[in-house]
């Protein structure tokens, strides 16, 4: 019997699970309960997925790794990955857009579980509401300038301050079960630093500013990590990095980008995908992964998380930045050029 991917698949769990990978791993069954069926729902149920697999705990990524070792190698673009070296030391960047004309906002976030918790997808709410409070105590310690409101999502809250229930990849996986209990955001009092609390992993920790300054919204994510390391332990593996849900944000955890307005690029989609893709960078619609670019307005972001430091990140996306406004800046666009 063959494995029940769609033919139109592309993803690539289908493309690295072959039908004698899966029946040696089809019996196996973690600590806490967690199998490669389950791990592969979603991309059974989504045949557009590109990867198709999300993990229930740190134990899937060693039971699993002989399928998920080519997955992970494939798409982060490294070799056999040695020990992940992290270096989130602060940058000094100038600005990537002094004119302030191309460059709408900036937002870093990293993703984090903690330890002795199963990941979104492998949780009770019982669990959930468990993990809630542990973070709830954490943020207690923010010091100024990082402390602020957490705000649970099964009291009233303002809806502008949501962040969406999981697209229906996620919903495959499990990671929606409950929504939007155990769930909530964190803002700190200036709005700097969020943190999402029970989307796809257990935490996303963000930075973000309307503004042009790379590396301040950087360290000041930095920052609030050093605080944060202190009183929660995050799952961590020596080669691949801190440990996700979806192994597309292994290593670093970290997307570094911008909202970025490109009404010239907006028209030649071949160039601005060749400048992305020669720095390494993702394109996403203004409203997050999987939607529309709107009124010219592109995110723009790195696209590897692992084989890379977090300062390797920030570097790259500042000079991948340059050249598209060079570009922009350059291009004519049928004989008119936006300036
Ligand atoms: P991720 O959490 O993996 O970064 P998404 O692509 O879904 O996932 O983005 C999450 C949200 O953050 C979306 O609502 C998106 O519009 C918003 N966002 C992303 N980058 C920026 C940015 N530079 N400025 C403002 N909002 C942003
Ligand atoms: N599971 C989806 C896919 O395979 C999304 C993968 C990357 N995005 C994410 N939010 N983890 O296409």
């Given at each position: 019997m063959s494995l029940p991917f769609a033919v139109s698949s592309k993803s690539l769990i289908k493309k690295h699970l072959s039908q004698d990978t899966y029946k040696r791993l089809e019996t196996l069954v973690t600590a806490s309960g967690f199998t490669l069926e389950k791990a592969i729902q979603s991309g059974i149920a989504n045949p557009d997925s590109s990867i198709g697999i999300y993990l229930g705990d740190a134990e899937s990524y060693e039971l699993f790794s002989d399928v998920l070792t080519p997955v992970i190698e494939d798409y982060h673009g490294v070799a056999k990955p040695q020990i992940h070296q992290a270096d989130f030391s602060p940058v000094k960047l100038s600005d990537p857009d002094p004119e302030k004309k191309y460059i709408l906002s900036t937002r870093v976030r990293v993703a984090r579980n903690i330890e002795n918790y199963n990941f979104t997808c492998h949780l009770s709410l019982q669990e959930r509401k468990c993990l809630e409070q542990d973070v709830i105590e954490a943020l207690q310690v923010l010091p100024a300038?990082?402390?602020?409101?957490?705000?649970?999502?099964?009291?009233?809250?303002?809806?502008?301050?949501?962040?969406?229930?999981?697209?229906?990849?996620?919903?495959?996986?499990?990671?929606?079960?409950?929504?939007?209990?155990?769930?909530?955001?964190?803002?700190?009092?200036?709005?700097?630093?969020?943190?999402?609390?029970?989307?796809?992993?257990?935490?996303?920790?963000?930075?973000?500013?309307?503004?042009?300054?790379?590396?301040?919204?950087?360290?000041?994510?930095?920052?609030?990590?050093?605080?944060?390391?202190?009183?929660?332990?995050?799952?961590?593996?020596?080669?691949?990095?801190?440990?996700?849900?979806?192994?597309?944000?292994?290593?670093?955890?970290?997307?570094?980008?911008?909202?970025?307005?490109?009404?010239?690029?907006?028209?030649?989609?071949?160039?601005?995908?060749?400048?992305?893709?020669?720095?390494?960078?993702?394109?996403?619609?203004?409203?997050?992964?999987?939607?529309?670019?709107?009124?010219?307005?592109?995110?723009?972001?790195?696209?590897?998380?692992?084989?890379?430091?977090?300062?390797?990140?920030?570097?790259?996306?500042?000079?991948?930045?340059?050249?598209?406004?060079?570009?922009?800046k350059t291009l004519v666009n049928n004989g008119e050029v936006y300036v």
């Open positions: 300038g990082l402390a602020g409101t957490y705000h649970s999502f099964e009291g009233e809250v303002d809806k502008s301050l949501l962040f969406k229930k999981g697209d229906r990849f996620q919903e495959a996986a499990g990671i929606n079960s409950d929504f939007p209990k155990g769930r909530g955001i964190f803002y700190s009092e200036d709005t700097r630093f969020r943190i999402w609390l029970g989307e796809e992993d257990h935490l996303r920790l963000i930075s973000q500013e309307s503004s042009t300054d790379l590396a301040n919204v950087y360290n000041h994510l930095g920052q609030a990590l050093i605080f944060l390391e202190k009183h929660l332990k995050f799952i961590k593996d020596n080669r691949y990095g801190y440990l996700t849900t979806c192994p597309t944000n292994l290593g670093t955890s970290m997307r570094a980008g911008v909202h970025i307005r490109l009404r010239n690029l907006a028209e030649n989609r071949i160039l601005l995908r060749e400048i992305v893709d020669r720095h390494q960078l993702q394109l996403r619609g203004t409203g997050g992964e999987n939607t529309e670019v709107e009124d010219c307005v592109f995110d723009i972001s790195n696209k590897r998380r692992l084989g890379l430091s977090e300062k390797a990140i920030i570097t790259g996306l500042y000079s991948g930045l340059l050249a598209i406004i060079d570009a922009e």
